[in-house]
């Protein structure tokens, strides 16, 4: 039997192509409605309450390509409780393979937010391409960073502590390989990226497709949907999930964080 047991089948089952998914994020922030019952009103809560493991990416120095903690990063990853307990269920699947979650990132400070929307991701893109600039530079900023804001009508998805990033490992030990760096903001981080032809497909290649297949599935199991240009972003009942579940609404506008 293969060493994933009952999850075998997850990772031989592709990826659906994400251009859909691509199109439906283009101004979900302005076009998806917050609903403002049960759900918004949710208290947070740390990841390990619930026997999430984790470390916030941001506040550590062995996070390349950065290379250091970025002012005004939190050591806690703080989910809304409901969608805590779906990563709790999830990660209930992934024991019987003896794998687990291990998360980077959950809600996000506006300061964290901040700095990369506004300094690091800019500098890197126009030390990449010199030329780039305008509105050509803030398209591109934000395929991966979303603007931060404090309109409770458009929060930024890590804003809400409706969204996550992630990926999966051995119960305590290695992590399983995914084909990029989390963070890798370019096209090798695509949700579908391993799914297309590629003549130079190789065993990395393959293992990688296989692993993000697993990911995605086991996520797409308790209702998550999946940013299509970062395999590692996955949310439940913010606007970014309600834009590609087709939902009318959001469940969660800003977390209640001071």
């Known amino acids: 039997m293969s060493a994933f047991g009952p ?54 120095t062995r996070n390349p390509p950065y290379w250091g903690a970025a002012d005004g990063a939190t050591e806690k990853l703080l989910l809304r409780a409901g969608v805590a307990e779906r990563l709790a269920r999830v990660n209930v699947r992934c ?25 690091w991701m800019p500098a890197e893109l126009k030390r990449r391409d010199p030329g780039l600039s305008g509105a050509a530079l803030t398209e591109e900023v934000e395929r991966y960073w979303a603007a931060p804001s404090t309109d409770e009508n458009s929060p930024a998805p890590h804003a809400t502590g409706a969204a996550v990033d992630l990926s999966l490992r051995w119960k305590g030990g290695d992590f399983l390989w995914m084909g990029s760096l989390f963070d890798d903001v370019t096209a090798l981080a695509h949700r579908d990226r391993f799914e297309k032809d590629d003549p130079e497909f190789s065993f990395s290649h393959q293992e990688a497709r296989a692993n993000r297949r697993l990911l995605h599935w086991l996520m797409d199991s308790e209702g998550f949907a999946g940013h299509p240009d970062e395999w590692w972003h996955f949310s439940w009942g913010d606007q970014l999930w309600a834009a590609l579940c087709g939902a009318p609404a959001a469940h969660y506008g800003l977390a209640p964080v001071t």
């Open 95 to 119: 024991g019987a393979a003896g794998l687990e979650l291990f998360l980077f990132d959950a809600w996000r400070p506006r300061a964290v937010q901040a700095y990369f929307h506004d300094i």
């Open 7 to 60: 999850l075998e089948e997850y990772r031989s089952r592709a990826i659906p192509g994400q251009e859909k998914a691509r199109a439906a994020r283009i101004g979900f922030r302005t076009r998806v409605p917050i609903a403002r019952g049960s759900h918004d009103a949710e208290a947070m809560v740390e990841a390990g309450s619930v026997g999430l493991a984790g470390e916030n990416y941001y506040a550590s």
